[in-house]
């Protein structure tokens, strides 16, 4: 499978924006989608991931009612909603699947390229 994300840009503090992840190849049943970001200089940080078949959500205490990950089966895409932006959220952003979930990019694959948010006050 091959993921590739999009739509950062520039926003303002406290701002909202919302990333795509479009998959395509084969089928996602039974993974998991999750959103990493990373800045320079650190490690990837866990963002938020949905299974695919459930859609359940779970997400990083930092981004916890802020932002909001969601799929869209039928178009092969998982969204991540994001309002309520911090200077401290600008990273670029990776979508990637895991098979078994968790937290640690090294549980995921099929990096895409990333997109870049960053928020400015």
């Known amino acids: 499978v091959q993921l590739q994300a999009s739509g950062g840009g520039l926003v303002r503090t406290g701002g909202p924006l919302r990333l795509s992840c479009a998959a395509s190849?084969?089928?996602?049943?039974?993974?998991?989608v999750g959103w990493f970001r990373q800045v320079p200089g650190k490690e990837r940080e866990f963002v938020a991931s949905i299974t695919w078949n459930w859609g359940t959500p779970y997400y990083a205490d930092s981004v916890k009612g802020r932002f909001t990950i969601s799929r869209e089966n039928a178009k092969k895409m998982v969204y991540l909603q994001m309002s309520a932006l911090k200077p401290e959220d600008t990273a670029v952003y990776y979508c990637?699947?895991?098979?078994?979930?968790?937290?640690?990019?090294?549980?995921?694959?099929?990096w895409g390229q990333g997109t870049l948010v960053t928020v400015f006050s």
């Open positions: 990637a699947v895991s098979a078994s979930g968790g937290v640690r990019a090294a549980d995921y694959r099929n």
């Open positions: 190849g084969r089928t996602l049943t039974n993974y998991r």
